[in-house]
């Protein structure tokens, strides 16, 4: 869940929203091709919904036979509890859409899950082996406090994800010595898998001492006794801001890391906790040394404002890579995107 509180000037904001939102048309998943700032629908229907319903905060696994888009959705019409919803679309036009996962009956996720980041490789829970791990952010308080990052297993990309025992990855505990302060915690992840069971996850943590993003190497291989081995902060030059709400890809041909997230800072007017632009920068780098990511240098690609897709705000941002979350060249973007209301929230494809 991407939330923004002054205090900290963190994430998103389309959750418990503190002024009215008007009913607007239904919010749809549609895919849409960019060209000199042309925003061209391909198909509007990729995932329908009805009523009250919004979708954000997607990000796909692309294969020659198939498109997967992850996201998250309120599991119940009109209710702002979010679910992890996942929806394949087939080379030959057949889509599916399925609950990937939804919150607990307690604990550290039992309010919302969201941010979904899903990677492929080998990891071993229980003497049984799972193909794809999804990284998500899991609160348990409806003011948005002490978030942490959990760990989902599944073997079929369209499938529901199993939730393993004891599994947080990025755990944050209130701090007590500042009561007056927002602890938003850690979440918005995003992984790439570097084989082996080694994954690299980013994240963005919300403090006492502010807003950052960092990047930690986990060793998944076992997940019964998963390893944080290094972390380092993520370097915002370049940047101009702090980095939050972002997601990442890597071209390991040219080695070069992407990077989307929102353009700081926010835009006065009535939604002016969710961005009106969404910024793509890349950098050279190995990721052989994550220590290289606190020093390197961001370079702007493209803004994704109301010039591309139409739309006043855009936001949430993900990619579209491939299972392991590699990719050849700028990747596609997904972007939520909405004028004025929460039920508008819908997800656009831009290349």
């Keep these: ?63 020659n036979e198939k498109e997967t888009t992850f996201y998250c959705k309120n599991g119940v019409n009109g209710q702002i509890i979010d679910y992890i919803y996942a929806t394949t679309k087939t080379s030959k036009g057949k889509t599916r859409t399925n609950v990937a996962l939804r919150p607990s009956t307690d604990g550290f996720d039992s309010v919302h899950v969201c941010d979904p980041s899903v990677v492929a490789d080998s990891y071993v829970y229980n003497g049984n082996t799972y193909k794809y791990a999804m990284f998500y952010l899991g609160a348990e308080t409806l003011d948005n406090q002490c978030n942490q990052i959990g760990v989902a297993l599944s073997n079929n990309i369209n499938g529901k994800f199993i939730k393993p025992e004891n599994n947080i990855v990025i755990g944050y505990t209130y701090d007590a010595n500042y009561p007056d302060v927002f602890q938003w915690g850690v979440g918005q992840p995003s992984a790439i898998s570097l084989g082996n069971g ?36 993520v370097s915002t030059e370049g940047v101009g801001s702090f980095i939050s709400n972002a997601d990442f890809a890597y071209d390991d041909v040219s080695q070069t890391l992407y990077m989307v997230c929102d353009k700081r800072p926010f835009v006065d007017g009535l939604l002016n906790i969710v961005a009106d632009t969404s910024c793509v920068y890349s950098t050279p780098v190995s990721l052989d040394d994550i220590n290289t990511l606190s020093t390197c240098k961001w370079i702007l690609e493209k803004n994704i404002d109301s010039t591309v897709t139409g739309h006043e705000r855009n936001h949430n941002c993900g990619f579209q890579r491939d299972g392991k979350g590699y ?10 995107v909405a004028d004025t209301s929460l039920w508008e929230y819908r997800i656009e494809l831009l290349e």
């Design 1 to 63: 869940m991407r939330i923004l509180r002054k205090s900290l000037q963190i994430g998103l904001g389309i959750l418990l929203l503190t002024f009215t939102v008007g009913l607007v048309s239904p919010s749809v998943l549609v895919y849409a091709d960019v060209a000199e700032n042309i925003t061209q629908v391909v198909d509007e229907h990729y995932v329908k919904t009805s009523g009250q319903r919004y979708t954000y905060c997607p990000v796909g696994i692309k294969t």
């Design 198 to 233: 080694k994954v690299l996850l980013f994240y963005t943590k919300g403090d006492s001492s502010g807003t950052d993003t960092y990047v930690s190497l986990l060793d998944m291989s076992s997940v019964n006794s998963i390893q944080n081995l290094v972390t380092t902060k």
């Design 327 to 336: 990719v050849n060249g700028m990747p596609g973007i997904l972007c939520t």
